[in-house]
């Protein structure tokens, strides 16, 4: 099957580069490679921050879609809790009360991504990477597997079915078997799990800091993306067509679309949750930010 080298160029820049800057290279991006029918198969190991006063892991939005007038594919400055232009604008559409509306706002909408640091472990297509350090993006549905490994269910528990481990720990946590099968015409992640607890080695000097991604430089002015989106969207709303990709699970669809009212710096209540049965990923945020504020 061809591919359009131009989608192919989008979804690659969407996929790992849409961050750039000067410090910010595509190479820095491990990305597990899958075969022709979509399958592919991975050991990697998350790590902790750079600093003891980093989460190993950054969260971050963006947008990509296509219009009449192009792609647009940006940050979304409610990374850090700035106002977005597109975020904004799908409030009024999906309230319209037209599907059709709603099915606009599903294909506009903030995705949400993970980076973090990760050592490959095991990379059958590009053994070249093993042993390396990387940043790795990833959706919610591997976050989850994190927050899930760190608070298993209290019954497997109980039952001495599960442990509680830290994925981000050098000395406790565990590698991470990633499994990829395409499924309809989306990665599926679900039969991706830890292995056993074990450790690991790494040069601490290879670690990325993470903190780059909440510099507000790292983000275009209100103005700038307003301009972008109007060109883009110029014409009327035409259908947009939503960038598949076949190594992320970031489009899979959220229950709540229009979840940017909720503000990421809620103030943690307690550090003792129960386990993750919400669809409100800032509630795993809070989890985090409750272990960071333990240490
Ligand atoms: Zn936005």
Redesign the pocket.
């Known amino acids: 099957m061809a591919i359009n080298p131009a989608l192919l160029a989008a979804v690659q820049k969407l996929q790992a580069g849409s961050y750039s800057n000067q410090d910010d290279n595509k190479e820095d991006f491990w990305r597990c490679e899958t075969d022709s029918a979509g399958n592919g198969f991975a050991v990697i190991r998350f790590l902790p921050a750079k600093s003891d006063d980093q989460l190993p892991f950054t969260k971050i939005?963006d947008?990509g879609f296509q219009g009449p007038g192009g792609w647009f594919i940006e940050k979304?400055?409610?990374t850090i809790d700035k106002e977005?232009?597109?975020?904004e604008a799908n409030g009024p559409l999906w309230n319209s009360g037209l599907e059709s509306d709603k099915g606009v706002v599903r294909k506009r909408k903030?995705r949400t991504s993970f980076i973090s640091n990760i050592k490959v472990i095991s990379d059958p297509k590009n053994p070249q990477n093993e042993g390396k350090i990387f940043k790795f993006k990833y959706g919610k549905k591997i976050f989850d597997m994190i927050a899930t490994a760190m608070q298993p269910p209290l019954v497997e528990l109980d039952a001495g079915e599960a442990v509680a481990i830290d994925p981000f720990s050098l000395t406790e946590g565990a590698n991470f078997k990633l499994k990829i099968r395409r499924v309809e015409k989306y990665a599926n992640f679900e039969k991706s799990s830890f292995d056993n607890v074990s450790t690991c080695d790494i040069d601490w000097k290879k670690l990325f800091d993470l903190s780059v991604y909440n510099d507000e430089k790292m983000f275009k002015s209100y103005e700038d993306l307003k301009k972008r989106f109007l060109k883009v969207t110029a014409g009327g709303t035409a259908k947009p067509t939503q960038m598949s990709t076949s190594t992320s699970d970031m489009t899979e669809e959220d229950d709540n679309p229009f979840d940017?009212a909720v503000k990421m710096n809620k103030p943690v209540t307690t550090a003792s949750k129960p386990a993750v049965t919400s669809d409100d990923d800032d509630d795993d945020m809070s989890f985090f930010r409750s272990l960071a504020a333990d240490d």
Do not use: K, M
């Open positions: 939005f947008h979304c400055p409610t977005c232009p597109v975020c903030r940017n």
